[in-house]
């Protein structure tokens, strides 16, 4: 079927910077938005941003100036550069994919997909 598979996480000093891929496998006709969220222990999955194959883009206030998103549609991927990280910053980022347009058992289906999530630690 599909799979989101994400890379990129790790450990990173405030200021530093991470760029996060993720990457659709499966028989992919398209995908209208992929982009990525982020839990916080003890806090509720948010969106950090967004990306339409349109090209509009929406991201959340805190990261705003900062994260930049971008993707690959020929090779249904997504990144995230994060600069200037802060310690705030520090979460299980979720890659997701919705609208996309799989085949599966004969036919075409339209679904929303979550990648497992990686772990984004910013600390000194």
């Known amino acids: 079927q599909v799979q989101l598979v994400e890379s990129g996480g790790g450990l990173v000093q405030p200021g530093g910077s991470l760029r996060l891929s993720c990457a659709a496998s499966?028989?992919?006709?398209?995908?209208?938005?992929m982009g990525w969220y982020r839990q916080a222990p003890g806090k509720e999955r948010e969106l950090v941003g967004a990306l339409t194959t349109g090209g509009s883009t929406t991201y959340a206030d805190s990261v705003k100036g900062r994260f930049a998103i971008s993707r690959d549609n020929a090779q249904n991927t997504v990144y995230l550069q994060m600069n200037s990280l802060k310690p705030e910053d520090t979460a299980v980022y979720y890659c997701?994919?919705?609208?996309?347009?799989?085949?599966?058992?004969?036919?075409?289906?339209?679904?929303?997909?979550w990648g497992q999530g990686t772990q984004v630690t910013v600390s000194s």
């Open positions: 499966g028989i992919i006709r398209s995908i209208n938005t």
């Open positions: 997701n994919a919705q609208g996309l347009i799989y085949y599966s058992a004969l036919r075409f289906r339209t679904g929303e997909f």
